[in-house]
């Protein structure tokens, strides 16, 4: 059965950081692209980071210089770390492994506010 957990979400301060992680299990992560994406309520879903089985990454233009995409395939996780982040960054972020077949986590809720 395949399971990703995301964590690392919460409250944070407009500027703070947070660093989200998600764990694989149940597949052979090392050749998944996982993706990073967020859902706002009453908006589309939008893709936020995507990483290769190579390392390449691609970030939306709104996140790029302040959020990174990183992937350690000997602990099947894929992390996202956030910086400067803002307000508009709110939203719940989950994280998706696509190759052949698409899985997805339960979803972090990421709140940016003072």
């Known amino acids: 059965q395949v399971q990703l957990v995301e964590s690392g979400g919460g409250l944070v301060q407009p500027g703070g950081s947070l660093r989200l992680s998600c764990a694989a299990s149940?597949?052979?992560?090392?050749?998944?692209?996982m993706v990073w994406y967020r859902r706002v309520p009453g908006q589309q879903r939008e893709m936020v980071a995507t990483?290769?089985?190579?390392?390449?990454?691609h970030y939306v233009n709104s996140v790029k210089g302040r959020f990174t995409i990183s992937r350690d395939n000997a602990k099947s996780t894929v992390y996202l770390q956030m910086n400067s982040l803002k307000p508009d960054d709110t939203a719940v972020y989950f994280c998706?492994?696509?190759?052949?077949?698409?899985?997805w986590g339960q979803g972090t809720q990421i709140t940016v506010s003072s």
């Open positions: 998706n492994a696509a190759l052949i077949s698409n899985y």
């Open positions: 149940g597949l052979p992560f090392s050749i998944y692209i």
């Open positions: 990483i290769n089985r190579y390392g390449d990454t």
